[in-house]
């Protein structure tokens, strides 16, 4: 599936939308995110009105003409506000929940709000608490029931709706804090500007009050100088104002008194200022180092720290919650709380060791680029249009999805005598990609299991793409290549393992399968040569491919050595790999979600029924049940992994991008499920994921495309992305044969049934 090249189907069904929060120019990090998230939805959804309400706290702060106030203080004004977005005609409320900036015990008054509006909410919880008080408790159960979906910045702030006030995964999204798209550049350049110049520098920005641990940093200084004598600690932002109006200005003065007493006086800078976004950017540009030493463990989002990584800043923070998460994987260096020796000593290695700085730099950078405004606005959108479609539409019912008979048609269209073609744009094919094995293996596949093919076509085109496997695999090596160009040149000398995986599969489903003698006796031929290749693979879903192509060369030819030996060891691998990788609340082979997810649990399962091996098919019923639940969406309908759940570590699926194969892999191993027990909840669940492809998703949209027997390439927040690729034809395709061969579905419920 290429990235980028989506567009809507039809438009928007979302308007018009309501957002509760604070506002600039109030000093508060929940001001400047509310203000962000509205800019960055006007931005990048310039046709859909937006209307910006802020609590008014009485301070005395003078809002821009275009917020709408609510006085916080006055409960008449919460029900009056509700009445108000009511006659506005806004389709949806947008919530950003904070305790503190609503009225009533723990900020119950909202509830009046909220009383007035029939329109579907979204809340995002900006503090959660796994001890929260009574009154804290009742308002938020209030708010989750209310609530449509609920936002989260960070995985604790899931874990604990789901463990604390037991709300159901599904209507939980987490979407990170964003951060504004500002170029790498080297600190040197930036810092003239602020009289920098020479110096290394150390910042930390934000609010200034106690929690953040200042003082930790503080007493860093001094180690810090001695190995580092040109290092300058600037400390960013204004006093809160909570704090100073409690107190005046006496925390900083005693932050002032401590550098002075340490000799440390002229490395710390304070900035007193609330200072705009483009200059906070500017400061954030100059440092070399960014430091978050906070004191609070539980603290799950920090915008403070998204803005550093999102600018490619080296970051070491304390471990607090939104720290361990957003600096996991190297792209941030972790200490611990009230440490001053350890900030010491990690300040001053990268401060001192610029090779290792800059790496830090780039890896942090190129995370931040995944957490830009403009992705995370359409994210949020997404997860907006997808409850409303929802709430709009009745999902398709069997007896009103016209399920395809398999076509052979746009595969073909794909094809030329070398191989089938990669991706389209569109529906035309791209020849600057050119073939790949992963597809022409697949394609092969195809060619075996569709009923009713010309006899003529089918022995034409399986000529072509077993040629392609044949030569993409190199005899003296003994290896598969997989990338060639469309003048026929190989791109890479060695493949993956994974798309020599599917070589394997794809060559043993013909030596059983294929239609004519002579591609079963080539296929057997090929595959006794290529398949011990297949003995020694580290990949998960590589052993499962070749496990899946082993299964079908038993069953061609019962006590096959070769075989037999890939279903013993990569079976074994697989079972090792569930054992160390399981935890009470995750049944899976690997601590992360990737692809062809369902494919692991489909090749112990048929390695099961070919061998006699009952643990083999418990284990792969075991996990396809935990996988199937994950892909559920609350409405009842099949929710294909995203691809942007690939690489987080034990983490729960992401909505977006979807992709057909997804939906393929399920199909197959729930055929493989129902084959094994005969339970009808099986063929249920694979018809579940067929109907993905008819309309029955998240976007309420068709993923195939009847009118050219194709299929697009996949979901994405704001629609289908139009192009068909050769991976997406064929998912669509060897689905439909699967389905065609399954008893028909029981009448299970699947009336969307939301908030």
């Known amino acids: 599936m290429e990235p980028n090249v989506a567009s809507l189907s039809r438009p928007g069904i979302i308007r018009h939308i309501a957002l509760i929060g604070n506002a600039l120019p109030r000093r508060c990090g929940l001001a400047t995110f509310t203000s962000d998230t509205a800019a960055a939805i006007s931005a990048a959804f310039p046709n859909v009105a937006l209307d910006h309400y802020a609590m008014d706290d009485g301070t005395g702060v003078d809002y821009p003409r275009d917020i709408r106030t609510i006085a916080m203080n006055d409960r008449a004004a919460y029900a009056k506000a509700g009445r108000d977005i009511a006659m506005s005609g806004a389709d949806i409320l947008w919530v950003q929940h904070e305790y503190g900036i609503f009225g009533g015990a723990a900020g119950d008054w909202l509830l009046d709000l909220l009383d007035a509006l029939s329109i579907p909410v979204f809340t995002t919880l900006h503090t959660l608490l796994e001890k929260p008080s009574a009154d804290e408790r009742r308002v938020l159960d209030r708010l989750i029931a209310r609530s449509s979906r609920l936002i989260v910045m960070a995985d604790k702030g899931r874990k604990i709706l789901t463990e604390t006030f037991g709300v159901d995964p599904a209507m939980i999204e987490v979407i990170p804090h964003g951060v504004p798209d500002r170029g790498f550049v080297d600190p040197d350049t930036m810092k003239p500007r602020f009289d920098l110049a020479g110096r290394r520098v150390i910042l930390t920005f934000g609010l200034l009050a106690p929690d953040k641990g200042i003082e930790t940093m503080i007493a860093?200084?001094?180690?810090?100088?001695?190995?580092?004598?040109?290092?300058?600690?600037?400390?960013?932002?204004?006093?809160?104002?909570?704090?100073?109006?409690?107190?005046?200005?006496?925390?900083?003065?005693?932050?002032?008194?401590?550098?002075?007493?340490?000799?440390?006086?002229?490395?710390?800078?304070?900035?007193?200022?609330?200072?705009?976004?483009?200059?906070?950017?500017?400061?954030?540009?100059?440092?070399?180092?960014?430091?978050?030493?906070?004191?609070?463990?539980?603290?799950?989002?920090?915008g403070t720290l998204s803005y550093a990584v999102g600018l490619g800043k080296p970051v070491v923070a304390t471990p607090f919650v939104h720290a361990r998460e957003i600096l996991s994987g190297d792209h941030g260096v972790l200490v611990d709380f009230a440490d001053s020796a350890a900030l010491a000593r990690e300040v001053a290695r990268l401060l001192g060791d610029e090779i290792a700085r800059n790496l830090l730099a780039r890896r942090a950078y190129a995370l931040g680029r995944t957490m830009l405004w403009?992705?995370?606005?359409?994210?949020?959108?997404?997860?907006?249009?997808?409850?409303?479609?929802?709430?709009?539409?009745?999902?398709?019912?069997?007896?009103?999805?016209?399920?395809?008979?398999?076509?052979?048609?746009?595969?073909?269209?794909?094809s030329d005598a070398t191989g089938m073609l990669q991706h389209g744009h569109y529906s035309i094919p791209d020849r600057d990609h050119g073939y790949c094995l992963d597809d022409n293996a697949r394609a092969l596949i195809l060619m075996c299991r569709m009923q009713g093919l010309n006899a003529a076509i089918r022995a034409q085109w399986s000529n072509v793409y077993a040629a392609f496997i044949q030569h993409a695999w190199n005899a003296d090596r003994k290896i598969f290549r997989n990338f060639m160009s469309f003048d026929r040149r190989w791109l890479e000398s060695e493949g993956s393992e994974d798309s020599a995986g599917r070589a394997i599969w794809a060559l043993g489903v013909a030596g059983f399968e294929a239609a004519e003698p002579r591609h079963r006796e080539w296929a057997a031929w090929l595959y006794d040569q290529a398949a011990p290749m297949m003995e020694n693979t580290g990949s998960p879903r590589a052993m499962a491919f070749a496990m899946l192509g082993a299964a079908a060369m038993a069953e061609a030819k019962p006590g096959h050595d070769i075989s037999a030996a890939i279903l013993e060891r990569s079976g074994g691998e697989l079972m090792r790999l569930l054992t160390a990788a399981r935890r009470p609340d995750w049944s899976w082979f690997e601590a992360m979600l990737a692809y062809d997810n369902a494919r692991l649990p489909e090749a112990l399962i048929r390695a099961g029924m070919v061998s006699d091996r009952q643990d083999y098919i418990d284990c792969g019923l075991e996990t396809l049940d935990w996988i199937l639940r994950k892909q559920h969406a609350p409405e009842g309908h099949f929710r294909a992994?995203?691809?942007?759940?690939?690489?987080?570590?034990?983490?729960?699926?992401?909505?977006?991008?979807?992709?057909?194969?997804?939906?393929?892999?399920?199909?197959?191993?729930?055929?493989?499920?129902?084959?094994?027990?005969?339970?009808?909840?099986?063929?249920?669940?694979?018809?579940?994921?067929?109907?993905?492809?008819?309309?029955?998703?998240?976007?309420?949209?068709?993923?195939?495309?009847?009118?050219?027997?194709?299929?697009?390439?996949?979901?994405?927040?704001?629609?289908?992305?139009?192009?068909?690729?050769?991976?997406?034809?064929?998912?669509?395709?060897?689905?439909?044969?699967?389905?065609?061969?399954?008893?028909?579905r029981s009448n299970e419920p699947i009336e969307a049934n939301v908030a």
């Open 220 to 302: 860093a200084m001094p180690a810090i100088v001695a190995k580092q004598s040109d290092a300058v600690y600037v400390v960013l932002g204004a006093t809160h104002p909570n704090l100073k109006r409690r107190e005046g200005e006496a925390y900083r003065e005693r932050l002032i008194a401590q550098a002075a007493e340490l000799g440390v006086a002229g490395h710390i800078r304070f900035v007193d200022a609330f200072v705009n976004m483009p200059d906070l950017l500017d400061w954030l540009q100059a440092a070399d180092v960014y430091v978050t030493p906070y004191l609070k463990a539980g603290q799950i989002t920090s």
């Open 374 to 414: 403009e992705r995370t606005a359409h994210r949020a959108m997404g997860l907006f249009e997808e409850v409303a479609r929802a709430k709009r539409i009745r999902l398709v019912k069997e007896e009103g999805a016209a399920y395809l008979k398999p076509d052979a048609s746009a595969v073909i269209r794909m």
């Open 641 to 744: 992994i995203g691809s942007d759940s690939f690489g987080r570590l034990y983490q729960a699926p992401q909505r977006f991008d979807q992709q057909p194969l997804e939906a393929q892999a399920v199909i197959d191993a729930c055929s493989a499920a129902h084959g094994a027990t005969g339970d009808q909840q099986w063929a249920d669940a694979a018809h579940r994921a067929y109907r993905w492809f008819l309309g029955e998703n998240d976007l309420g949209l068709m993923v195939a495309s009847p009118a050219d027997e194709s299929c697009h390439d996949g979901l994405v927040p704001m629609g289908v992305n139009r192009n068909q690729g050769a991976e997406s034809i064929l998912a669509l395709q060897l689905s439909s044969c699967a389905v065609a061969r399954l008893p028909k």
